[in-house]
């Protein structure tokens, strides 16, 4: 299939925005930007999946566009900031963070990332699939952000910043997969983040803080 | 027709309860809407003794072989379960712990954990597997922290995000099938997710892309199979929820996230033409087996105690479908079953023990035997049925187990007989001291609903040395279709 440059090159500009936006997220401390980062990268996600639907002429992704679109730049954030916003964290930084180290790791999970992603990258005969490597290391990156945060909101950012990475693997290796299954998984994660709300509301009223170091009474001893 | 109603009912269930979940007879409700799930189950069931295996709904739903008993288990034990609550659930709310709200929230979920899970094991696209799976975690999180003290908080939470992350992974194991399929099947109909479809052309998938997909689904799967090393989240989920939700957590859902394994096992083998899948299998079940073994001394815990356990008979059906073969298949296949029903029949028993004791420290729970003649034996039956002795269900598979290790993997099997034996005395050991000896423990308020347990038993016993023909013939049409 002959590929407008300039699409291309725009859904290599989304794609290379969308590393951006993970590593943003992962040296960011404060909540309140972590939450518009992630909208911001919902963002870039559904405008990248759109110019992949136009380019390939996949109608059914433009469904998908708009259902990122409203799940993770609108409902989500929104979600997410009154529920920052009522539970009073909305300043709250997170402390140990080793930045440099934190980035160097990074670094090294992306190249791995690519390698692992450069065999199957070949075989995909979409437009789209010199991508598939920056997906795996969006994944990647956002679970190592779950490992280093000890803020219980910034974990439920990593985790849901993970599915932002999965969906666009799932974009741009085939095009999207088939529209119940996508329409289940947004529901999925949407119920997913309310119960998280309950959650939050449950360990502050039980540890006073949603510092996660609280919570690690259960362990072998 | 017995499919729909099958999945309706539970459904319908969960919404009734959502309702009507606060009022007295609420427990009932929840057993009558199980006890219909498992009509409908039973009817499936003659259903396709009569007519064989079927495809309903698109092709978006089937029945074969190695799934029809898997519901009718999952039918069962969540009918079972749900009687076992009723007075269970009573005497937590005598005691305090929970309240009308919060039992409106657990018998919803309740009834919801069975549909996501039926919804599992019947549907033929991966794809809404991965979904029902994911909503089965969603469901029983808040089940987990039922009780809102700090450590059932943590627990939930560590189910939660360990189980969510792992599910991340089997998505995007998902995501690299329909890519390997959607070449071979084209993308138009929506079938490159149809396992049926899938498992027709297997031969014809990109190993290497099937290869990389097996590794993310057994790690995403794998963690709500409870394998080592993803496995923390299992003794504290199992420890601190409901002791009805660590019955149907050990016995169903580990079941139904290993089959889903399975389910992708079959068609990586079918791609690849190399052990690789079972190897990583067997490497994973006996990682699994081994570390149980050794944890299972540590605890101190009565429901912990039984949360290794599964951990550790969860790694020996995952070390038996890796080996392979009619043999390890058929073995794997009936150990799913009884180790289902002994270990909720067990969770079963030790809740109404704890209740007793009011505690779950084993140190401090005596002489069940003679403040409760049931609740003792029905502890004591389960323990010796889930560690192995003859003649019960457990005995037969573990038994077929080593003996194809024996023939096919002779290294594996000291590995195997020592975590057994220590296994074996660990559990044996506790159970006996809190089983025997003299008490001063006072009786429940609500008599305890022990038939389930005996039910349990008994029909473990039964499989240990009859197997019905249908049955017998599933498991090796199954293991056949494992390969």
């Given at each position: 299939?002959?590929?407008?440059?300039?699409?291309?090159?725009?859904?290599?500009?989304?794609?290379?925005?969308?590393?951006?936006?993970?590593?943003?997220?992962?040296?960011?401390?404060?909540?309140?930007?972590?939450?518009?980062?992630?909208?911001?990268?919902?963002?870039?996600?559904?405008?990248s999946?759109?110019?992949?639907?136009?380019?390939s002429?996949?109608?059914?992704?433009?469904?998908?566009?708009?259902?990122?679109?409203?799940?993770?730049?609108?409902?989500?954030?929104?979600?997410?900031?009154?529920?920052?916003?009522?539970?009073?964290?909305?300043?709250?930084?997170?402390?140990?963070?080793?930045?440099?180290?934190?980035?160097?790791?990074g670094?090294?999970?992306?190249?791995?990332?690519?390698?692992l992603?450069q065999?199957?990258?070949?075989?995909?005969?979409?437009?789209t699939?010199?991508?598939?490597?920056?997906?795996?290391?969006?994944?990647?990156?956002s679970?190592?952000?779950?490992?280093?945060?000890r803020?219980?909101?910034?974990?439920?950012?990593?985790?849901?910043?993970?599915?932002?990475g999965?969906f666009?693997?799932?974009?741009?290796?085939?095009?999207?997969?088939?529209?119940?299954?996508?329409?289940?998984?947004?529901?999925?994660?949407?119920?997913?983040?309310?119960?998280?709300?309950?959650?939050?509301?449950?360990?502050?009223?039980?540890?006073?803080?949603?510092?996660?170091?609280h919570?690690?009474?259960?362990?072998?001893? | 027709?017995?499919?729909?109603?099958?999945?309706?009912?539970?459904?319908?269930?969960?919404?009734a309860?959502?309702?009507?979940?606060?009022r007295?007879?609420?427990?009932?409700?929840?057993?009558?809407?199980?006890?219909?799930?498992?009509?409908?189950?039973?009817?499936l069931?003659?259903?396709?003794?009569?007519?064989?295996?079927?495809?309903?709904?698109?092709?978006?739903?089937?029945?074969?072989?190695?799934?029809v008993?898997?519901?009718?288990?999952?039918?069962?034990?969540?009918?079972?379960?749900?009687?076992?609550s009723?007075?269970y659930?009573?005497?937590?709310?005598?005691?305090g712990?929970?309240?009308?709200?919060?039992?409106r929230?657990?018998?919803?979920?309740?009834?919801?954990?069975?549909?996501?899970?039926?919804?599992?094991?019947?549907?033929?696209?991966?794809?809404?597997?991965?979904?029902?799976?994911?909503?089965?975690?969603?469901?029983?999180?808040?089940?987990?922290?039922?009780?809102?003290?700090?450590?059932?908080?943590?627990?939930?939470?560590?189910?939660?995000?360990?189980?969510?992350?792992?599910?991340?992974?089997?998505?995007?194991?998902?995501?690299?099938?329909?890519?390997?399929?959607?070449?071979?099947?084209?993308?138009?109909?929506?079938?490159?997710?149809?396992?049926?479809?899938?498992?027709?052309?297997?031969?014809?998938l990109?190993?290497?892309?099937?290869?990389?997909?097996?590794?993310f689904?057994?790690?995403?799967y794998?963690?709500?199979?409870?394998l080592?090393?993803?496995?923390?989240?299992?003794?504290?989920?199992?420890?601190?929820?409901?002791?009805?939700?660590?019955?149907?957590?050990s016995?169903?859902?580990?079941?139904?996230?290993?089959?889903?394994?399975?389910?992708?096992?079959?068609?990586v083998?079918?791609?690849?033409?190399?052990?690789?899948?079972?190897?990583?299998?067997?490497?994973?079940?006996?990682?699994s087996?081994?570390?149980?073994?050794?944890?299972?001394?540590?605890?101190?815990?009565?429901?912990?105690?039984?949360?290794?356990s599964s951990?550790?008979?969860?790694?020996?059906?995952?070390?038996?479908?890796?080996?392979?073969?009619?043999?390890?298949?058929?073995?794997?296949?009936?150990?799913?079953?009884?180790?289902?029903?002994?270990?909720?029949?067990?969770?079963?028993?030790?809740?109404?023990?704890?209740?007793?004791?009011?505690?779950?420290?084993?140190?401090?729970?005596?002489?069940l035997?003679?403040?409760?003649?049931?609740?003792g034996?029905?502890?004591?039956?389960?323990?010796?049925?889930?560690?192995g002795?003859?003649?019960?269900?457990?005995?037969?598979?573990?038994?077929?187990?080593?003996?194809?290790?024996?023939?096919?993997h002779?290294?594996?099997?000291?590995?195997?007989?020592?975590?057994?034996a220590?296994?074996?005395?660990?559990?044996f050991?506790?159970?006996?001291?809190?089983v025997?000896?003299?008490?001063?423990?006072?009786?429940?308020?609500?008599?305890?609903?022990?038939?389930?347990?005996?039910?349990?038993?008994?029909?473990?016993?039964m499989?240990?040395?009859?197997?019905?023909?249908?049955?017998?013939?599933?498991?090796?049409?199954?293991?056949?279709?494992?390969?």
């Open positions: 299939m002959p590929t407008p440059t300039w699409a291309s090159q725009l859904i290599n500009l989304g794609a290379a925005l969308l590393l951006l936006s993970s590593f943003a997220m992962l040296s960011q401390r404060r909540i309140l930007s972590l939450v518009n980062l992630f909208a911001l990268q919902g963002a870039v996600l559904s405008a999946t759109a110019i992949v639907a136009h380019t002429g996949a109608t059914h992704l433009y469904a998908s566009a708009l259902l990122s679109l409203i799940l993770k730049v609108i409902v989500l954030p929104w979600i997410l900031h009154r529920l920052i916003a009522r539970l009073n964290v909305r300043w709250d930084t997170e402390t140990q963070l080793n930045i440099p180290a934190t980035m160097l790791v670094i090294v999970v992306v190249v791995f990332a690519f390698a992603a065999p199957i990258a070949q075989l995909s005969a979409t437009v699939r010199s991508t598939l490597g920056i997906a795996l290391a969006v994944v990647l990156l679970f190592l952000m779950m490992i280093t945060r803020k219980a909101v910034s974990q439920v950012i990593g985790f849901l910043a993970m599915e932002n999965l666009f693997a799932a974009t741009s290796a085939t095009y999207g997969m088939p529209m119940v299954v996508e329409l289940g998984v947004a529901l999925d994660v949407l119920v997913g983040t309310l119960i998280l709300g309950v959650f939050f509301f449950q360990i502050r009223e039980q540890f006073d803080s949603l510092d996660l170091h919570i690690e009474q259960l362990r072998e001893d | 027709m017995a499919l729909l109603l099958l999945l309706a009912i539970p459904l319908a269930g969960s919404l309860l959502a309702v009507f979940g606060a007295r007879w609420a427990a009932e409700l929840n057993a009558a809407f199980s006890i219909a799930t498992f009509a409908a189950a039973c009817a069931t003659a259903r396709v003794i009569a007519e064989g295996p079927m495809l309903v709904a698109h092709e978006q739903f089937f029945v074969d072989p190695f799934n008993f898997l519901i009718a288990l999952t039918a069962f034990v969540g009918m079972t379960t749900s009687l076992f009723r007075p659930m009573r005497v937590e709310e005598a005691h712990r929970v309240n009308r709200r919060r039992l929230l657990y018998h919803s979920m309740y009834q919801l954990f069975c549909f996501t899970m039926l919804a599992a094991l019947s549907t033929n696209n991966l794809g809404i597997l991965w979904v029902a799976m994911e909503a089965a975690t969603l469901s029983t999180v808040l089940l987990v922290s039922l009780y809102r003290t700090a450590a059932s908080i943590e627990a939930a939470w560590k189910y939660f995000i360990l189980c969510g992350v792992g599910i991340a992974q089997a998505l995007f194991g998902t995501i690299l099938l329909y890519f390997a399929a959607e070449k071979i099947l084209g993308a138009e109909g929506s079938t490159a997710l149809l396992w049926t479809h899938l498992d027709a052309v297997k031969g014809q990109e190993p290497t892309v099937l290869g990389l997909a097996f590794v689904l057994l790690v995403g794998g963690t709500k199979v409870g080592a090393p993803l496995h923390n989240w299992l003794p504290d989920a199992h420890a601190e929820g409901p002791t009805p939700i660590s019955a149907v957590l016995g169903l859902l580990l079941n139904v996230a290993l089959y889903a394994v399975v389910r992708c096992k079959v068609l083998d079918g791609a690849t033409h190399s052990p690789l899948a079972g190897r990583l299998m067997m490497g994973f079940g006996l990682l087996l081994v570390l149980a073994a050794f944890f299972l001394w540590r605890q101190r815990d009565i429901k912990r105690l039984f949360g290794y951990i550790e008979h969860m790694g020996i059906v995952t070390f038996a479908f890796g080996m392979g073969g009619p043999v390890a298949n058929f073995a794997a296949l009936l150990h799913m079953t009884v180790h289902s029903l002994t270990k909720s029949a067990i969770f079963f028993a030790a809740g109404h023990a704890a209740q007793t004791a009011g505690t779950q420290v084993m140190d401090d729970i005596r002489g035997i003679v403040v409760s003649p049931t609740i034996w029905g502890l004591m039956l389960g323990t010796l049925a889930i560690l002795v003859p003649p019960f269900g457990v005995f037969t598979s573990e038994f077929l187990v080593l003996v194809t290790a024996m023939r096919e002779a290294w594996a099997t000291p590995i195997l007989l020592l975590a057994l220590l296994a074996f005395a660990a559990i050991r506790r159970v006996q001291a809190m025997f000896g003299d008490s001063q423990l006072k009786p429940l308020p609500h008599s305890p609903a022990l038939l389930p347990v005996f039910a349990h038993l008994l029909l473990v016993l499989l240990g040395v009859y197997i019905p023909p249908a049955l017998a013939e599933w498991y090796r049409l199954a293991a056949k279709l494992i390969g």
